[in-house]
């Protein structure tokens, strides 16, 4: 049992470090694009650490399938809304961040 | 443990407020003010409301915040917002301050020196519950005991679209927003629509037992029609204008008409018969449902309608 707890506790960490990650990157990531990246990214493999660590606390099959549905329906709308601000971007022309040592005061949020 | 989560969470209710409140882009306050209805449909949850939680989430955080931003990119489309950044004027900046803590201080003191109730209200509730045609208090509150204050609820949503469409001049032209073309937006509505819809009809099922029921489940409703409406597939272009008007008017009307019939039957008004509550309640909040959607979509698309001075210009191009 206590096995089981402990590497439940491993998954619920490590999907919340997963979420302070993707937080860090959405604030210190110079432009739109790697924004988005950061933050889909961190979100859905936290949000999937997450819910496996709380399937077997008080196991049932019905909430089970809930939380996977859940992980699921998360993930297709942060990907869906990812593509959308990327795309809008594109379309507006938001200029990638400059490379090393150059000024990056044109970023738009 | 429980506490330290109560404090995270009261802590963060209040710094988003500050935020929003404090914010120089208006951008931002609005975003800030959807992220403090989500932290407060947790504080509710963990206050042990459901109801109100979802109400709060899918109302409070989901269509206000969609009419919000709405709004402002209404005004930054048309100019009538010349810069994102505004500071209020020192004497309102006051007055608001002083408002605000006088309305906390009496709050508190509402909350500190609450008299022992004379009436033991959920004990009643619990009492009459089985003769109520539903089986969960807050629907049975909402719908068979105090259905006369939703019945006004309901009457003052019509009330405001209807308003907000008599501002509304021209119906031809109230779809400025063009759709968006995007293939993966179109792809992944095939699969989200029937979801949303699934459970809009699951909040309206579930209200009769446990959390959930009309308000939410027409909350959701107008989240898949507005969806919709962004994607470009657009219900107002879709229906005739006199169908919008019935569906608009149909939750009122039933709710009305099962409320002055009884009047016909000799019994008070809004009395149920027995037996029949169950149904009838079913009845309403179906009715209710498509309207509540219907008119969360037409102050969604009311506030997209182009001004009043570029109509003249003749952009009726779609």
């Given at each position: 049992m206590t096995a089981l707890v402990i590497l439940q506790s491993l998954l619920l960490i490590s999907g919340a470090l997963m979420f302070v990650v993707g937080s860090i990157g959405l604030l210190r990531f110079p432009d739109t694009y790697t924004r988005i990246h950061a933050l889909t990214k961190a979100d859905n493999v936290g949000l999937g650490l997450i819910i496996i660590g709380l399937?077997?606390?008080?196991?049932s099959l019905l909430v089970t399938l809930k939380l996977l549905l859940i992980w699921l329906l998360v993930m297709l709308a942060s990907a869906l809304s990812g593509h959308l601000v990327a795309w809008e971007a594109r379309a507006k022309q938001v200029p990638l961040a400059p490379s090393e040592g150059e000024s990056n005061d044109e970023l738009t949020d | 443990m429980n506490l330290l989560i109560d404090l995270t969470l009261l802590t963060g209710i209040l710094a988003i407020a500050a935020t929003s409140l404090l914010s120089r882009s208006l951008f931002q306050s609005v975003i800030f003010f959807i992220l403090l209805g989500l932290t407060l449909a947790l504080g509710w949850i963990r206050l042990g409301a459901p109801d109100i939680a979802l109400a709060e989430a899918a109302i409070g955080a989901g269509i206000t915040g969609v009419l919000l931003l709405d709004t402002l990119g209404h005004l930054k489309k048309t100019g009538?917002?010349?810069?994102?950044e505004h500071r209020p004027s020192y004497p309102r900046l006051l007055l608001a301050i002083l408002s605000s803590v006088t309305l906390v201080v009496l709050l508190l003191w509402a909350v500190f020196h609450?008299?022992?109730?004379?009436?033991?209200l959920h004990l009643l509730v619990e009492e009459a519950l089985p003769d109520s045609g539903v089986s969960h208090q807050i629907t049975a509150v909402l719908l068979n005991f105090r259905s006369y204050d939703t019945l006004l609820e309901v009457g003052v949503l019509v009330l405001a679209v209807l308003v907000g469409l008599a501002l509304?001049?021209?119906?031809?032209?109230?779809?400025?927003l063009p759709g968006l073309p995007n293939p993966l937006l179109h792809a992944c509505l095939t699969l989200l629509v029937p979801a949303m819809l699934i459970t809009s009809m699951y909040l309206l099922w579930a209200g009769s037992d446990r959390p959930g029921g009309a308000f939410q489940a027409g909350a959701m409703l107008a989240a898949a029609f507005i969806l919709l409406h962004l994607s470009g597939i657009k219900l107002s272009a879709q229906l005739s204008h006199r169908m919008m008007q019935f569906g608009l008017l149909l939750g009122f009307t039933v709710f009305l008409v099962v409320a002055t019939s009884s009047v016909i039957g000799g019994?008070?008004?809004l009395a149920y018969p027995d037996g029949g509550a169950g149904l009838l309640i079913l009845l309403i909040e179906l009715a209710l449902t498509l309207s509540i959607g219907l008119i969360l979509l037409s102050l969604f698309t009311i506030a997209n309608s182009p001004p009043l001075s570029s109509r003249s210009g003749g952009s009726n191009g779609h």
């Open positions: 399937i077997p606390a008080n196991f | 009538k917002l010349d810069k994102d609450q008299p022992t109730p004379a009436i033991q509304q001049t021209d119906q031809h032209q109230q779809d400025s019994r008070p008004l």
